[in-house]
């Protein structure tokens, strides 16, 4: 029943117990008649109205959809009956992982052999691949007095990938051969590199090295080489998904914020003419793409990343890394996304970092502990606070320690905060990148 048939009763009510109280026997057959036409012009509305036969729903194509961010999903409902009818639609959401936060496009009147396009917005709360059985749909009869309900069988697997809403920022940001950072002035990279690109006139600032004498003798003006980096680099992103990276920071997890920063700085890299490669390790190295680029690496690497998620044991980092060196021969750029909790763990990501060091360019990225630092700033009172504040306070010493510890031994160490996690790591790959190809 509808409100508009509640009201029809409601509405009838009132002067037939106005008229009860003159003549109650009259006012109570009165009342029955009227109660019985109201219930008959419902049941003739359930009947008359269309059925499930005189419309066909669909789901749009796109099985995609992107985590903690705004999707839509898309149906589409053809009338195969002669008149319009009022449809709503609603889907059967796979366990308690997705937020719907808008249903404004759900409810259409469909005119007769029309097609309405239906959709309603919601918000993927964990990656991974999801099944969506079935769709429920409302139908309004013509009198507007009943509901007809129906469960239908569409289903259909939804894969939630990494949000990627920012990548054309970051490939902007190439494209102009610039740094990028929160609260700081773009910095300018260009004429660095290995290969010869192109001849240009001097421009205060340039370096005298460059200056090519014989063009320069040629033309009567200054004349200088320029160079850009070597392409088809090896660039190596090793993702951890150990203990230390299931911890969440402002709604996500450090794995979530490393899983974006590892498919954008693989799209950077590739964009760049290097070749990026992806290794995916914990106890052991559970997934292994070589160097590649294009469309098809690039779906490789976002099947790989899509359903992965972080465990409870503590990374082998020395197993890591001596795979790695049996695996790449070639000298090439290797970013670590990782973290640590411990001492132990801190010692062990020191020790067993400098196996690749040799041969490779290790770049070492992990993210601020902001709940230690907030521990170590606040001058508590009580006995347990004070305890609190000592501990976090050694071991962000102890941190600060080990980062000093990696830069001495040449090996380049950044801690991003969470937000800043993939500019910063994009940033870190064009000045290695350069620094490298010289």
């Known amino acids: 029943m509808t409100k508009r048939f509640i009201y029809l009763l409601a509405g009838g009510t009132v002067p037939v117990f106005l008229f009860g109280f003159i003549n109650f026997a009259a006012g109570l057959i009165i009342f029955l008649l009227y109660n019985f036409v109201c219930f008959a012009m419902l049941f003739m509305d359930r009947k008359l109205s269309p059925s499930q036969k005189d419309f066909i729903v669909s789901r749009d194509d796109n099985d995609t959809l992107y985590f903690k961010a705004e999707n839509e999903i898309f149906f589409k409902i053809r009338n195969l009956y002669h008149d319009k009818i009022k449809l709503s639609i609603r889907d059967e959401l796979p366990d308690w992982h997705f937020n719907v936060i808008s249903e404004e496009n759900a409810t259409k009147v469909i005119d007769g052999g029309a097609e309405e396009e239906f959709s309603y917005k919601l918000i993927p ?6 099944k969506f059985l079935h769709v429920y749909i409302c139908q309004i ?22 949000n990627l809403q920012n990548l054309s920022k970051y490939r902007l940001i190439v494209n102009k051969h610039r740094l990028l950072s929160h609260g700081q002035r773009r910095i300018n990279l260009r004429g660095q590199g290995s290969e010869f690109e192109s001849l240009r006139e001097y421009v205060e600032g340039d370096d005298f090295r460059k200056i090519n004498w014989m063009v320069t003798a040629r033309e009567n003006k200054l004349i200088v080489n320029q160079y850009e980096a070597e392409k088809n680099q090896p660039v190596f992103i090793l993702l951890d998904t150990g203990r230390t990276m299931s911890y969440s920071i402002k709604g996500y997890k450090k794995v979530d914020y490393a899983i974006n920063a590892a498919l954008i700085l693989s799209d950077i890299v590739n964009q760049k003419g290097d070749n990026s490669g992806l290794v995916v390790f914990n106890t052991e190295v559970d997934s292994y ?3 590649g680029k294009g469309d098809g690496h690039r779906k490789h690497l976002m099947e790989t990343l899509y359903h992965i998620s972080d465990t409870k044991f503590t990374s082998d980092y020395r197993g890591l890394f001596l795979e790695l060196l049996a695996k790449q021969k070639r000298r090439s750029i290797v970013f670590v996304f990782t973290d640590f909790e411990t001492e132990d763990e801190m010692k062990d990501l020191v020790n067993s970092v400098s196996i ?7 770049v070492v990225v992990f993210m601020k502990n902001e709940s230690l630092e907030k521990l170590a700033q606040v001058d508590g009172k009580e006995t347990k606070d004070q305890y609190k504040q000592a501990i976090a306070t050694d071991f962000l010493r102890a941190r600060n320690k080990m980062i000093k510890t990696l830069n001495r031994k040449g090996i380049i160490c950044v801690e991003s905060e969470a937000e800043k996690f993939a500019i910063d790591s994009v940033n870190q790959y064009l000045l290695v990148r350069e620094k490298f190809s010289r």
């Open 356 to 362: 690749i060091a040799r041969r490779h360019v290790p």
């Open 125 to 130: 709360l964990k990656r991974g691949s999801f």
């Open 141 to 162: 009869g013509i009198l507007g007095l009943c509901r007809k309900y129906y469960k239908l069988n569409l289903e259909r697997e939804f894969k939630v990938y990494p």
């Open 289 to 291: 793409i070589p160097p």
